[in-house]
């Protein structure tokens, strides 16, 4: 069954640019989307954007001035990156096969992202 | 893009059943039938219980069920037991600027 882990830098300091890759494994990541979802503390879910495996992006338009997501189909990964960030984009990540018509399944096992200097 | 409205707390006895609701609009609950259901355990990642608006995932019990009515989606679990105790979350396709919305999220409390 298709599984997803998140990884990258737990802690990045404001202003920095936040980079997560997901690697997908026991499936391919070719014909589907895949999300980039977060979670503030004690709050609900915000969908960040989805990437096509040939590259195309939709982005949450909240964020969109400073999400640029990508796809490497020979790794099996996708990966974000969120610029300038501030306090308010501590969050736990998650990456999810889906959105669009498409529902988000499954779901990594999150990974939590502090910004603080 | 507002977020869908869900009440924040639902409580229910166990073997009772309860009734989530999901209110959008008709750019999004309203006009497609692309409403899915997460539930969400402290610390855990959401898990998908129900898609396109009344379909079950493989290995999640029947005692999960959606529906919709205009803007409206709803999410009912029957036979409430402990292991259900969780947050829910709907979530829609949507045709405006952006093709995914979450809703605000309900804590289910088994009593």
């Known amino acids: 069954q298709v599984q997803l882990q998140e990884s990258g830098p737990g802690l990045v300091k404001p202003s920095e640019t936040l980079s997560l890759t997901c690697t997908v494994s026991g499936g391919s990541i070719s014909s589907y989307y895949w999300s980039w979802i977060r979670q503030p503390a004690g709050k609900g879910l915000e969908w960040i954007g989805r990437?096509?495996?040939?590259?195309?992006?939709n982005y949450n338009p909240s964020l969109k001035s400073r999400v640029t997501m990508s796809v490497d189909t020979s790794k099996n990964q996708f990966s974000l990156k969120l610029s300038s960030v501030t306090a308010a984009d501590t969050a736990v990540y998650y990456c999810a096969r889906g959105g669009g018509e498409d529902p988000f399944d499954p779901w990594g096992q999150g990974t939590l992202v502090t910004v603080s200097s | 893009q507002s977020a869908l409205t869900q009440p924040a707390s639902v409580s229910g006895s166990p073997g009772q059943s309860i009734t989530i609701s999901c209110t959008g609009t008709?750019?999004?609950?309203?006009?497609?039938?692309?409403v899915s259901w997460y539930q969400q355990h402290p610390g855990k990642a959401p898990k998908l219980m129900i898609y396109d608006v009344s379909n079950r995932p493989s290995g999640v019990s029947n005692r999960f069920s959606g529906s919709k009515s205009g803007n409206t989606a709803s999410l009912t679990i029957s036979g409430l037991q402990a292991e259900d105790e969780a947050d829910y979350y709907c979530s829609s396709y949507t045709s405006s600027s952006t093709p995914n919305v979450f809703g605000t999220g309900t804590k289910v409390t088994v009593l």
């Open positions: 990437i096509y495996t040939s590259g195309s992006t």
């Open positions: 008709s750019s999004d609950v309203g006009g497609y039938n692309y």
